[in-house]
């Protein structure tokens, strides 16, 4: 009798930032997941990033089908993230002003 192999090893790994990734690149689940959510099949997922196996994409969509709260809760969380650290970056920029000094340092047009 043929033996098939009964567990499959999911492509993700979650990279020191947080991030989880498409094993052995830097195309984000996240990524795959709104491709996908946008209708793009996994062969054309592959052609929008060459780098990855088809093999691993169809996994990343078999992963999300099947764990799609888990993902969406980590999607979720990672746009919160997204969103925070937005807000302290534009907090921490002394935007006043910065106008004034651009049109100041620009080319004055000649009439």
């Known amino acids: 009798m043929i033996q098939l192999e009964t567990t499959q090893i999911v492509p ?3 990279g020191e930032d947080g991030a989880i990734r498409i094993t052995g690149s ?4 996240d990524t795959i997941v709104h491709h ?7 062969e054309q ?4 990033f060459p780098s990855l196996h088809l093999s691993d994409i169809y996994g990343v969509i078999a992963y999300y089908l099947s764990h799609r709260q888990a993902v ?11 969103e925070d650290l937005r ?5 921490s920029q002394d935007t006043a002003g910065i106008r004034q000094k651009l049109l100041a340092c620009s080319p004055k047009p000649q009439e």
Request: hydrophobic content about 40%; charged content about 20%; aromatic content about 6%.
């Open 45 to 48: 997922i592959t052609q929008k």
């Open 72 to 82: 969406e809760d980590y999607l979720q969380s990672r746009g919160q993230e997204a």
């Open 36 to 42: 996908f959510s946008l209708g793009s099949t996994a």
């Open 12 to 14: 993700l790994a979650l």
């Open 26 to 29: 830097r195309v984000t689940l």
């Open 87 to 91: 807000r302290t970056v534009q907090a």
